[in-house]
T-cell receptor, first 108, second 116 residues
């Protein structure tokens, strides 16, 4: 059974810091991994989708990497801003398995 | 283009009642998935439908059922509501479905169900 874990559960950083969020999964035979952002009480916003054949994807200040052999993905956020404050979730297998998320707070 | 739309946005029901939640996917998307998200946790997969057929089912009791219509919209039904069914119910649409889904999933804003 695929298990997805996100560490840390919560993170608070000052504005301008670069930061890394982690996602690990137990079964390396995944087809894809997707990162999402969720604001309180809202739906999920897709950030990046990494296919199993890819190593990384970039969008603006975001960069996500995927290492299937070690069962890990990282989301790198450059020059963090208060507007980045949200919960970040990773999901594998077309969203059929989510991690619990990392709650990020960026302080002005 | 409209995104994924869900209705209603909020709902309050009594234990034992039945509820129907609705989802309209992005135009052109043929797959709809349903999720339950309890406060403080990640979404839990309930169902996936693609081309009007069930393509995946999560670990939920038979009180939960769903269907997809010819226009690819979908309904999630929950019977005999329990207090523990209180959650945010999310719908996601994508171009195709199945485990080998290599397309992005786009989510609606969810329906907040409260069971009292």
């Amino acid at each position: 059974k695929q298990e997805v874990t996100q560490i840390p559960a919560a993170l608070s950083v000052p504005e301008g810091e670069n930061l890394v969020l982690n996602c690990s999964f137990t079964d390396s035979a995944i087809y894809n991994l997707q990162w999402f952002r969720q604001d309180p009480g809202k739906g999920l916003t897709s950030l990046l989708l990494i296919q199993s054949s890819q190593r990384e994807q970039t969008s603006g200040r975001l960069n996500a990497s995927l290492d299937k052999s070690s069962g890990r993905s990282t989301l790198y956020i450059a020059a963090s801003q208060p507007g980045d404050s949200a919960t970040y979730l990773c999901a594998v297998e077309g969203g059929m398995r989510f991690g619990a998320g990392t709650r990020l707070t960026v302080k002005p | 283009d409209a995104g994924v739309t869900q209705s209603p946005t909020h709902l309050i029901k009594t234990r034992g009642q039945q509820v129907t939640l609705r989802c309209s996917p992005i135009s052109g998307h043929k797959s709809v998935s349903w999720y339950q998200q309890v406060l403080g946790q990640g979404p839990q997969f309930i169902f996936q439908y693609y081309e009007k057929e069930e393509r995946g089912r999560g670990n939920f009791p038979d009180r939960f059922s769903a269907r997809q219509f010819p226009n690819y919209s979908s309904e999630l039904n929950v019977n005999a509501l329990l207090l523990g069914d209180s959650a945010l119910y999310l719908c996601a649409s994508s171009l195709v479905g199945g485990l080998q889904m290599n397309t992005e999933a786009f989510f609606g804003q969810g329906t907040r169900l409260t069971v009292v």
